[in-house]
């Protein structure tokens, strides 16, 4: 069910839930989850509504703005 989008807003425009994927402590605000708690967040909302799990570019990662996006970062 794989579908290419252009921008991260097209992306999210039908996911209830996002988990934003970083290697760096931000300070945007958001909940973060390690990596072994995201499964067992997500799996109990996917069963009911669209989740999607972001990840960044190889070379750079997720930019800060992107991260604020969505619902958590792991």
Do not use: H, M, Y
Not at 3 to 16: F, P, R
Not at 19 to 31: D, I, K, Q, S
Not at 52 to 74: H, K, N
């Amino acid at each position: 069910n794989l579908e290419i989008v252009s921008t991260l807003e097209a992306a999210l425009a039908d996911v209830a839930f996002s988990a934003a994927t970083t290697n760096r402590v931000r300070r945007a605000g958001l909940p973060f989850d390690a990596p072994e708690q995201l499964a067992t967040r997500l799996l109990p909302i996917a069963e009911k509504q669209s989740v999607a799990i972001v990840f960044g570019r190889e070379s750079s990662g997720l930019t800060t703005e992107e991260v604020v996006r969505c619902s958590i970062a792991s």
